[in-house]
């Protein structure tokens, strides 16, 4: 069965400081990874996916992940962080369901809170 | 824009009293899902429609529907809600097939407050 963990319930970190959020994945079959990030009553925007290629993930508001299937690893890294990053982070897997639609298995979140 | 859209952002039902809510997509997407998330927890997956071909999670209440009359729009109607129904709605679509079928693009989402 296919799971995500993400054991950082809470990263707090200062302005203009590297950050980097864990996650790992357990699956026994071919899987594509997700990062989706989650402001105050908003819904979930992707910041940036793994499917296949290169292992190092480029994404949106200078945001990358590294894909390690050897340490069935999906952590998420920015250099340089701002107040505006504030936000949930979910980790998540996908996995086909059914020979036809594809689910999503999500993380237990990571709140990154910058701090000027 | 092509979009994922959810009506009302906010709704505030009593408790026991139907409520329905909104999902209509620009995306032209087959496939559309419903998740509840409560507060500081992962979306949990209530079910999803393939076409018109509905897909119900195994620990989904009864209390919870779903209809889908058309490609565009997805309804969730919780029938009698509860104080434990409370919580934030999304709705989220994705293609069947094609390189881009394992995304999911997620609407703004729905906090539904029970009272």
């Known amino acids: 069965a296919q799971s995500v963990t993400q054991l950082d319930s809470q990263v707090p970190v200062f302005e203009e400081a590297p950050v980097e959020l864990r996650c790992n994945y357990s699956s026994s079959v071919s899987v594509y990874l997700f990062w989706y990030v989650q402001y105050p009553n908003q819904g979930l925007q992707l910041l940036l996916k793994?499917?296949?290629?290169?292992?190092l993930v480029k994404g949106i508001n200078g945001f990358e992940a590294e894909f390690n299937k050897s340490q069935t690893s999906f952590h998420l890294r920015k250099p340089s962080v701002h107040i505006s990053d504030t936000a949930e982070y979910f980790c998540a897997v996908s996995y086909l369901y059914g020979g036809a639609t594809n689910k999503l298995i999500f993380g237990t979140g990571t709140l990154l809170a910058v701090q000027p | 824009d092509a979009m994922v859209i959810q009506n009302p952002r906010y709704q505030v039902t009593q408790f026991g009293k139907p409520v329905t809510l909104s999902c209509s997509q620009t995306?032209?997407?087959?496939?559309m899902y419903w998740y509840q998330q409560k507060s500081s927890q992962a979306p949990k997956l209530l079910f999803h429609y393939y076409d018109k071909d509905f897909n119900n999670e195994a620990d989904t209440p009864d209390n919870f529907q779903s209809r889908r009359p058309n490609t565009s729009f997805c309804f969730l109607d919780i029938r009698s809600p509860g104080l434990g129904d409370a919580a934030m709605y999304l709705c989220?679509?994705?293609?069947?097939?094609?390189?881009?079928?394992?995304?999911?693009?997620f609407g703004p989402g729905t906090r539904l407050t029970v009272t």
């Open positions: 989220a679509t994705s293609r069947l097939f094609g390189p881009t079928s394992y995304e999911q693009y």
């Open positions: 793994y499917l296949s290629g290169s292992t």
């Open positions: 995306l032209n997407h087959n496939v």
